[in-house]
Nanobody, 117 residues
Framework: QVQLVESGGGLVQAGGSLRLSCAAS????????MGWYRQAPGKQRELVAT???????NYADSVQGRFSISRDNARFTMYLQLNNLKPEDTAVYYC???????????WGQGTQVTVSS
């Protein structure tokens, strides 16, 4: 089993920045993909960004150039730097980890990000 704990959410004005963290613990394989997803009220959960254990990143078009995903494998921690935030970025942000070719998938409890206009 793997446990994921997010932190760093909050309330920020449009144009501001936040940094989210996701601490992973448990039986983590050396090869895995971690990612951030978000879910706004009344909408489906959507991909924000992913990063492989070797550092390859992928971003949703809506956040490309504003958000930056990174990870510290030695600390089993993933980060999401959110810059130039917009009201439409308001959502609960979830940490995700996939391993064993996606057979095993884990989610954190989520952290709220609210951007005021």
């Amino acid at each position: 089993q793997v446990q994921l704990v997010e932190s760093g959410g909050g309330l920020v004005q449009a144009g501001g920045s936040l940094r989210l963290s996701c601490a992973a613990s448990g039986k983590i394989n050396s090869i895995n993909i971690m990612g951030w997803y978000r879910q706004a009220p009344g909408k489906q959960r959507e991909l924000v960004a992913t990063i492989t254990s070797s550092g390859t990143t992928n971003y949703a078009d809506s956040v490309q150039g504003r958000f930056s995903i990174s990870r510290d494998n030695a600390r089993f921690t993933m980060y999401l730097q959110l810059n130039n935030l917009k009201p439409e970025d308001t959502a609960v942000y979830y940490c995700n980890l996939r391993q064993n070719r996606g057979v095993d998938t884990y989610w954190g409890q989520g952290t709220q990000v609210t951007v005021s206009s």
